[in-house]
C-alpha cells in the first residue's frame, strides 16, 4: 500500500522567507498527487495536483508554486512567505481510476 | 464539480448510532461520493464510496436515494474516538484526473 512521507512536521518562517515542502510516495508507480492547505478550525483548500512529472495545475492563484521532478516527488515552494500562508499542508496520492486519497502526516507551517 | 452541503456539527453519546446527510443537488451522472474522516493535526482517512443505493463496510455504511441528490453516512455504535470531522466530497475522473475538493465538513463530538 501507499505510504507518503512529509517533511518537515514543523516550520517557523519569518514573512518573506523562502519555503520549500517535500513529499515522496512509496508503494505505488504514476500517482496523481495533490497539495492541499488547512487553516486552523477550516476544510481543505486544494492548492496543486499533478497527474504526471512536470504536469502541475493550479487551483487558486497565489504566492505558491508546485513541482513535481520525479514521478513519486511533489515539491511546494514559495519565494516569499506571507502571514496568510500559516496553516497545515497536506499532501495526498491517489490512484488512477480508484476514489481513494492516501494523505501524508503534514507539515505545520507558522509565518511569523 | 458538485458542491456539498453538510450540517456544520453534531453531538452523541457513546453507543447511539450516527447518521450524517450530505446534500449534493447537481451531483453529475459519472459522480462517486466519498466520506473522509479526519482527527486533529492528521491528514483525512477514507472511509466509504459509493455511487447508488447502499454501501457498508467493516466501519461504516453510505446509504444513497436513488436520485443521488444526497447521501447517508450511517457509523453504528460509536465510540469516543469517532469524535473528528467528517467530509463528504462528490466527483470523477476526467481526463485522468480526479479533483477532491473539500467543504467544511461536520464536527461530529461523541460525549461518554
Known amino acids: 500500500s501507499q505510504t507518503i512521507h512529509q517533511w518537515p512536521a514543523t516550520l517557523v518562517q519569518p514573512v518573506g522567507s523562502p519555503l520549500s515542502l517535500e513529499c515522496t510516495v512509496e508503494g505505488t508507480s504514476n500517482p496523481n498527487l495533490y497539495w492541499y492547505r488547512q487553516a486552523a478550525g477550516r476544510g481543505l483548500q486544494l492548492l496543486f495536483y499533478?497527474?504526471?512529472?512536470?504536469?502541475i495545475s493550479s487551483e487558486v492563484p497565489q504566492n505558491l508554486s508546485a513541482s513535481r521532478p520525479q514521478d513519486r516527488q511533489f515539491i511546494l515552494s514559495s519565494k516569499k512567505l506571507l502571514l496568510s500562508d500559516s496553516g497545515f499542508y497536506l499532501c495526498?496520492?491517489?490512484?488512477?481510476?480508484?476514489?481513494?486519497?492516501?494523505f501524508g502526516p503534514g507539515t505545520r507551517l507558522t509565518v511569523t | 464539480l458538485a458542491k456539498t452541503t453538510q450540517p456544520i456539527s453534531m453531538d452523541s453519546y457513546e453507543g447511539q448510532e450516527v447518521n450524517i446527510t450530505c446534500s449534493h443537488n447537481?451531483?453529475?451522472?459519472?459522480?462517486?461520493i466519498t466520506w473522509y474522516q479526519q482527527f486533529p493535526s492528521q491528514g483525512p482517512r477514507f472511509i466509504i464510496q459509493?455511487?447508488?443505493t447502499k454501501v457498508t463496510n467493516e466501519v461504516a455504511s453510505l446509504f444513497i436515494p436513488a436520485d443521488r441528490k444526497s447521501s447517508t453516512l450511517s457509523l453504528p455504535r460509536v465510540s469516543l474516538s469517532d469524535t473528528a470531522v467528517y467530509y463528504c466530497l462528490v466527483g470523477d475522473w476526467m481526463d485522468s484526473s480526479y479533483k477532491l475538493i473539500f467543504g467544511s465538513g461536520t464536527r461530529l463530538l461523541v460525549r461518554p
Open positions: 499533478s497527474v504526471g512529472i512536470g504536469q
Open positions: 447537481n451531483i453529475a451522472t459519472n459522480d462517486y
Open positions: 495526498a496520492c491517489m490512484m488512477d481510476r480508484t476514489y481513494e486519497q492516501y
Open positions: 459509493g455511487y447508488k
